[in-house]
């Protein structure tokens, strides 16, 4: 298909699934030989482009338009990839279900129009309806908690969050800076692959970039070609539903008859990942969000605002911040002030690195491999395990009419259970669709030790 002919197709489906928040107008590519010469790409909308604008699909920054754009775009670009346009998202990444957005929820398209329409996931859920339904060949998302995993399990994409610190987040809008990381949905795994070798490089921009040092020691591992695999006690919530559990058994059986080797093994600070996760998310959140001000950045509540006409100068930013802002959105930067505030710090924030520390050391503990962070720990465990596979989400994707009715954020929250562990420990993750033709997308996780991602892809080739 022509490219005329994609964008009208593209155009045609976003109308009924709205996963775009906004369409390129001219469509060049900077390099007809280069790895991705030609290949489509959909560009979630908290990922800087110079082009086109960057809203975090907040009316805070409904129109804003970056001075510049983000290395991730620019190495695609160089790499000859064309980008298709930017993809609809919960507002700032603060979500699972793609409903938290000012341009409107996106629909699952992974289901007939004629059923009720479901939950695309979140918060990448643009990013994820874009990939299956073809609009691009691959799209970019940012997984910050499961936001790269959950949308693609949920619309039966694949969708691959690398090792923290390996893709530059310079140009990615900060929802919680020390867990946001690039991820790379597509329904082709070696386009996922290809896309990854072009992303992974040193950005001397970032301060948390992985260093060549460690990046070499993390590339001259081999994995083994028959696998331990893990299976965490704790990932296994009476709450998976039977289909799921039946699927995520099958992989893990056909894996046994090839030749890799099962293992049950524990992780025993995973209960407590999911409260220590929106601890520290929106902890940080509170924090990088202050910079939407009206002043700085974002939304004004009046265009020349006549401070002397409010109380204090706080009613204002107050004013500007209520309209920036969506219900989540400010319940979560509420959150966060709480558990930084003087009172509740050690209780609540220091409490809950103490936990990631733990986590990141159960970790450690159950892999073969080394960590490269830690080089006192150079030799990994020989009967560790190379990876851990669980299922990606309980359930397949709920009807939007469900999610409209949950009771409680908290039960939204709920969603997270499997996908956060990762990326409080850093490690690399990718979630495969594993359905039956014609079923609803379902999906499993694979999970490596940090700096593992080739470990991790060769997993889901098997797997695939
Ligand atoms: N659903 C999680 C949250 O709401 C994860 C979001 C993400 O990964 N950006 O925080």
Redesign the pocket.
């Given at each position: 298909m022509g490219l005329t002919d994609h964008i009208c197709k593209t155009v045609d489906l976003n109308k009924r699934l709205n996963a775009l928040t906004s369409i390129s107008k001219t469509f060049v590519s900077a390099n007809i030989s280069g790895p991705l010469a030609n290949k489509y790409v959909v560009i979630k909308d908290n990922i800087c482009t110079s082009d086109l604008p960057t809203t975090c699909a907040s009316n805070s920054l409904r129109d804003y338009i970056s001075p510049y754009e983000a290395t991730c775009v620019t190495l695609l670009k160089r790499a000859g990839a064309i980008v298709i346009g930017k993809a609809n998202l919960?507002e700032f990444?603060?979500?699972?279900t793609n409903t938290n957005t000012a341009f409107g929820h996106v629909v699952n398209s992974a289901y007939s129009p004629q059923s009720p329409p479901r939950t695309a996931g979140?918060?990448?859920g643009g990013s994820a309806v874009a990939a299956a339904s073809g609009m691009c060949d691959f799209a970019l998302g940012?997984?910050?908690?499961?936001?790269?995993r959950?949308p693609a399990a949920y619309c039966g994409t694949i969708g691959f969050k690398p090792t923290y610190g390996l893709i530059s987040r310079v140009g990615v809008i900060a929802?919680?800076q020390s867990?946001?990381t690039v991820g790379i949905l597509s329904n082709d795994l070696e386009t996922v692959t290809n896309v990854f070798k072009v992303l992974n490089q040193y950005d001397p921009k970032d301060p948390t970039s992985l260093t060549s040092d460690i990046r070499r020691k993390a590339e001259d591992y081999k994995p083994p070609r028959k696998l331990r695999i893990g299976l965490p006690l704790e990932c296994n919530p009476s709450d998976i539903s039977p289909i799921v559990r039946q699927k995520w058994t099958e992989i893990l059986q056909a894996m046994h008859n090839d030749g890799h080797k099962i293992y049950q093994v524990s992780i025993p600070t995973i209960p407590a990942a999911l409260s220590t996760?929106?601890c520290i998310?929106t902890a940080e959140c509170s924090s990088n969000l202050s910079r939407f001000d009206g002043i700085r950045y974002g939304y004004r509540d009046v265009d020349e605002p006549d401070v002397a006409s409010y109380e204090d100068a706080n009613l204002w930013y107050a004013a500007t911040r209520l309209k920036g802002f969506g219900d989540e959105v400010r319940r979560r930067v509420l959150l966060g002030t709480y558990s930084l505030s003087a009172g509740a710090y050690n209780s609540h924030f220091a409490q809950a690195m103490k936990v990631r520390r733990k986590l990141q050391s159960d970790f450690d503990r159950i892999f073969r491999a080394a960590n490269v962070l830690h080089p006192n720990q150079e030799k990994g465990h020989q009967d560790g395990v190379d990876i851990l596979i669980t299922p990606t989400t309980t359930t397949s994707a709920p009807t939007l009419h469900d999610v409209y009715s949950t009771a409680s954020p908290i039960d939204?929250?709920v969603?997270?259970v499997l996908?956060?562990a990762p990326?409080l420990a850093g490690l690399p993750a990718i979630s495969l669709p594993c359905q039956s033709p014609g079923e609803p997308p379902i999906a499993v996780q694979i999970v490596g030790q940090f700096g593992k991602d080739e470990t991790v892809l060769q997993c889901a080739r098997y797997v695939s």
């Open positions: 919960d990444g603060m979500g699972s979140g918060s990448s940012t997984d910050t908690g499961g936001s790269v959950l929802y919680a867990l946001d996760y929106y998310s939204a929250y969603n997270d996908t956060v990326n």
